[in-house]
T-cell receptor, first 111, second 113 residues
């Protein structure tokens, strides 16, 4: 009964470093999403996937990459971390377009 | 442009009061609308989901309404409690090719004991 699991919960990166934020769901949801939340700015969609092997850009995709090799997993990759990527990242999933379940978030600081 | 606005940005009420949070959206061609709760440093918890064909949904002390024609939704919280203190986010889902869930910036609610 895990829902959407994100790891790590916290991370500090130096400028130029790379990392992968992990997201896994056990609800057999076909849709998965990555959002970032900046203070006072609401949530912005980075990338989304409608099923294994299919991904597409959201509103703010620059500086990120994703892959969806399985239904369960949807990792988000930061190749060259920049201070502007300091944010809280949320992964979410949904069955078709009905209702979203969110993970608990990854708080990333780039220094 | 599809935008979602929440008013007020912050609200403080004494315990026991009934209150209304407002959400407005510019594009009425929505698929559904969802209200979330977010506690400090935590993820989002889904409270209520209203499909575009529905007018309201109720869960316990919460009631959400939807008026597509005017581009508005409200979240009514009855008999507020200090445990209701959190940020409440409204999110509008536009299906089809865009498949976007567009969030408002939230209302920060503080219920004073």
């Amino acid at each position: 009964n895990a829902g959407v699991t994100q790891t790590p919960k916290f991370r500090i990166l130096k400028i130029g470093q790379s990392m992968t934020l992990q997201c896994a769901q056990d609800m057999n949801h076909n849709y998965m999403y990555w959002y970032r939340q900046d203070p006072g700015m609401g949530l912005k969609l980075i990338y989304y996937s409608v099923g294994a092997g299919i991904t597409d850009k959201g509103e703010v995709p620059n500086g990120y990459n994703v892959s969806r090799s399985t239904t369960e997993d949807f990792p988000l990759r930061l190749e060259l971390a920049a201070p502007s990527q300091t944010s809280v990242y949320f992964c979410a999933s949904s069955l078709t377009n009905y209702g979203y379940t969110f993970g608990s978030g990854t708080r990333l600081t780039v220094v | 442009k599809q935008e979602v606005t929440q008013i007020p940005a912050a609200l403080s009420v004494p315990e026991g009061e009934n209150l209304v949070l407002n959400c407005s959206f510019t594009d009425s061609a929505i698929y559904n609308l969802q209200w979330f709760r977010q506690d400090p440093g935590k993820g989002l918890t889904s409270l209520l989901l209203i499909q575009s064909s529905q007018r309201e949904q109720t869960s316990g002390r919460l009631n959400a309404s939807l008026d597509k024609s005017s581009g508005r939704s409200t979240l009514y919280i009855a008999a507020s409690q200090p445990g209701d203190s959190a940020t409440y986010l409204c999110a509008v889902h536009y299906g089809g090719a865009t498949n976007k869930l567009i969030f408002g910036t939230g209302t920060l609610l503080a219920v004073q004991p």
